[in-house]
């Protein structure tokens, strides 16, 4: 480059060096141009905060926001001003053999006779049957908070009766109520259970794998495991020396896989080649008949080889930060090479392995095409069972919401979002408290 | 513990005969055992890829056999129908590899900015600042890009340039999304390579009177260029496998269209629309994920071997 420069431009190759005046024009058009290149690139790096601060905009401003609601009947006229809490149960009943027709009030009796039910009950009836809430519009939260006369108007024009009120999409009742047809009742905690059970169930499989193979590439593979003064035994430390070559490199390729082929993989190995085994047939638990091979454990394990070269890679960067003389004093004090790695290596490197946890774990909470490939469940309202059981989990739900045209399944997936960020944030800190922890008791 | 029982059995010190001492290493079947399971551990790696090989290898033959595909349409015809028999792959090509290189014209100028701001200009306390701030960017997962893709970015593309030029889905909004999410990739791979540049040169630069800027881009980026290209062409191959962006914002419909405002499916999107429905084993949409997934891993491959390549025979060693 710099020879292209010196060659192609006719400027600077005169062979004489500028002199008096021109050289400080020389040095302070390149300074200006200097300056204004340092602008450029600082402009570079603000842009990706910039970005950053956008998405998060972005996701507040739908994940909160105005609803209006149309009542059928207003509840002022229906409780005449009152709280419903207050209204015996003979009032409720009232209400509803005066509001409702009597086929409809027939129906209900023959459920269950009104008499009977509570007033808990008769006021949900109220609000299902009488009431008829019905939602008409949302509202971005930029919109509801600085626009609100534009759109109270629009709102009375349409819909003359409607409400706007301030609605949280992100509320409790949102993170424990299980899934739901409507946006308004939908909720989270079958895919947060799910999302735990298939992280608890990667880390299982994923870290004594992924640590395991670590130590086998740090600590082993200058060894010569076989008889050096035969032929054969010459020949197998030459296998075993490529074969440990081999290894680290596929492993810098499989950690550069689509994560959506490990789930094509995970379709052919764990859905259907195993599925007497995932689906729990082989120990006679299958939890549900119809999730054939689609379980937490199909998932977690497809879940556990994706992140099998994250955890490897950064385990075996702990492990070769761990400083030779710890392992040289242990030989020395006669432990084995086994006794040296479990008590001194390991214990040491503890806290770098960890970090690679933390990776491993924050890929693993948001990746959602594999789990699309092998199938887990869109709708889905009980509880999973056990590694058994058909799940879905949080990205799951958070892609399926945001595929739908409606503006109020946008809404509750950015509330998903959210608890999906905050979910990822608490395991982050969990941890970073952790290994600091650790960092600390070690005596260095 | 054999010598202990040795000098136990001696009685009263007198020296009776010995057998010669055993000085070679004594075979431990338990470290053996344990050598051995981490060796397997190891190996498992291996049988990842064996497995995927093997799996999308055996899926696609059975593709390949079928009598409405034939291996030359496959590669050169330009309609993907499988509703009518018709298998040309080139559509979600076409849409993959435009949305990549949407993304790559986002993602360099801005990651190698960032990267030479932060190895080059910033303080060891704006870095300190700064770089977490693009790990971060790095961390979200990637199905919240696609929502940002969708609610975010498309409707400010579609205010910029007209409701009717830019469809709802776009590869467009698609393509700068998967930029931004390969933007950390770009930048913190490029700024180790730079930072690996010895200050050396930087002073002889700057000695001979060339300003920051001329040292950075005259000086730094050429050392360290064999990097940076390592550093684009991993980014390339993570713009190329990303799913959730692409299937959430860039459609649902395989058109071969170089138009970016118009929807195009992209091979990702294409296998997660497919096996997100009720997919059976054995019909000609299973296998042909297989054939897709083959494609795209063959692709990625060859690129992550690329970027290898282009470290280990261009990189200039310093002593």
Not at chain 1, 113 to 138: M, W, Y
Not at chain 1, 288 to 307: K, S
Not at chain 1, 340 to 352: D, E, H, K, Q, Y
Not at chain 1, 371 to 381: E, K, P, R
Request: glycine letters at 8%; a neutral charge; hydrophobic letters at 50%.
């Amino acid at each position: 480059m710099i020879r292209a420069d010196l060659t192609s431009s006719v400027v600077r190759s005169t062979g004489r060096l500028p002199e008096g005046a021109a050289v400080h024009k020389n040095v302070s058009a390149r300074q200006r141009v200097g300056a204004i290149w340092q602008g450029l690139l600082f402009t570079c790096t603000m842009i990706s905060i910039v970005i950053l601060l956008l998405l998060l905009y972005n996701i507040a401003n739908d994940a909160f926001g105005g609803i209006a609601v149309q009542q059928e009947v207003p509840t002022s006229e229906i409780y005449a001003n009152r709280q419903p809490s207050d209204l015996s149960q003979e009032d409720l009943i009232g209400i509803l053999t005066q509001r409702l027709r009597s086929r409809v009030l027939h129906n209900l009796e023959r459920e269950r006779p009104l008499a009977e039910r509570t007033p808990a009950d008769l006021i949900a009836i109220i609000n299902a049957e009488v009431i008829k809430p019905e939602l008409v519009a949302i509202y971005p939260l930029r919109e509801y908070l600085f626009n609100r006369s534009e759109i109270t108007a629009q709102l009375t024009q349409e819909f003359p009766r409607a409400e706007i009120r301030f609605k949280s999409w992100l509320s409790t009742s949102f993170i424990t109520s299980p899934m739901a047809s409507d946006a308004q009742g939908a909720g989270v905690r079958t895919a947060i259970l799910g999302t735990l059970w298939m992280l608890g169930l990667t880390i299982l499989f994923a870290f004594p794998l992924g640590i395991g193979a670590a130590l086998y590439l740090e600590e082993y593979t200058s060894d010569r495991p076989f008889d050096v003064r035969s032929p054969v035994g010459r020949w197998l430390n030459t296998a075993t020396d490529r074969l440990s070559t081999l290894i680290a490199i596929n492993i810098y390729n499989l950690s550069g896989v689509p994560s959506i082929i490990y789930g094509i993989l995970g379709l052919a190995i764990f859905v259907r080649a195993l599925e007497p085994i995932t689906s729990g047939q082989a120990f006679g638990q299958a939890a549900d008949e119809t999730a054939n091979g689609r379980t937490i454990i199909a998932a977690a394990l497809t879940m556990a080889l994706l992140v099998l070269p994250v955890v490897i890679i950064s385990a075996q960067e702990a492990i070769r930060a761990v400083p030779n003389s710890l392992r040289q004093a242990s030989y020395g004090l006669g432990a084995t090479r086994w006794q040296t790695i479990w008590r001194i290596v390991l214990p040491s490197a503890m806290p770098g392995i960890l970090t690679g946890a933390i990776l491993a774990i924050s890929r693993a909470i948001g990746e959602t095409a594999p789990l699309i490939v092998i199938g887990a469940s869109t709708f889905i309202v009980t509880d999973p069972s056990g590694p058994f059981a058909k799940f879905t989990v949080l990205p799951i739900q958070i892609y399926n919401w945001t595929a739908r045209p409606q503006g109020e399944f946008r809404a509750i997936a950015a509330a998903a979002i959210i608890v999906l960020l905050i979910l990822l944030l608490s395991m982050n800190a969990t941890a970073i408290i952790l290994r600091n922890y650790l960092r600390s008791k070690r005596v260095s | 513990m054999a010598d202990q029982a040795r000098v136990a059995t001696d009685p009263g010190g007198t020296v009776t005969t010995r057998p010669p001492l055993d000085l070679r290493r004594r075979p431990r079947i338990g470290e053996a055992i344990i050598q051995f399971i981490l060796f397997a551990c190891g190996l498992t790696s291996i049988f990842v890829t064996l497995g995927i090989v093997y799996v999308l290898g055996k899926e696609s033959l059975l593709f390949f056999r079928d009598p409405t595909v034939s291996l030359v349409d496959f590669f050169t015809t330009t309609i993907w129908q499988p509703s009518i028999g018709k298998f040309g792959i080139l559509p979600l090509v076409n849409a993959t590899l435009m949305t990549s290189l949407i993304a790559m014209l986002v993602a360099i100028p801005l990651g190698l900015g960032a990267a030479i701001y932060l190895a080059e200009y910033a303080s060891e306390r704006a870095r300190g600042i700064l770089k977490p701030i693009l790990e971060l960017l790095a961390g979200v997962p990637t199905v919240v890009y696609g929502y940002f893709a969708l609610t975010f970015v498309t409707p400010i593309l579609r205010s910029v340039f007209g409701q009717d030029t830019v469809e709802i889905y776009n590869d467009l909004s698609a393509g700068i999304v998967v930029g931004i999410l390969i933007i950390p990739i770009v930048a913190t791979l490029s700024e180790d390579a730079l930072s690996a540049v010895p200050t050396a040169l930087r002073q002889a630069a700057f000695g001979l009177g060339a300003t920051k800027f001329e040292t950075a881009v005259h000086v730094v980026v050429p050392s360290a260029l064999s990097g940076i290209v390592a550093a684009g062409i991993i980014a390339m191959s993570r713009a190329v496998g990303e799913t959730m962006v692409v299937a959430l914002a860039a459609g649902a419909s395989p058109n071969f269209t170089f138009n970016p405002f118009k929807p195009a499916e992209t091979m990702t999107g294409h296998i997660a629309r497919i096996s997100g429905g009720d997919l059976s084993y054995g019909t000609i949409d299973y296998t042909s994920i297989f054939a897709i997934g083959l494609i795209l891993f063959v692709i990625t491959m060859v690129l992550n071997i690329l970027s290898r390549w282009v470290v280990q025979r261009f990189r200039e060693v310093y002593e």
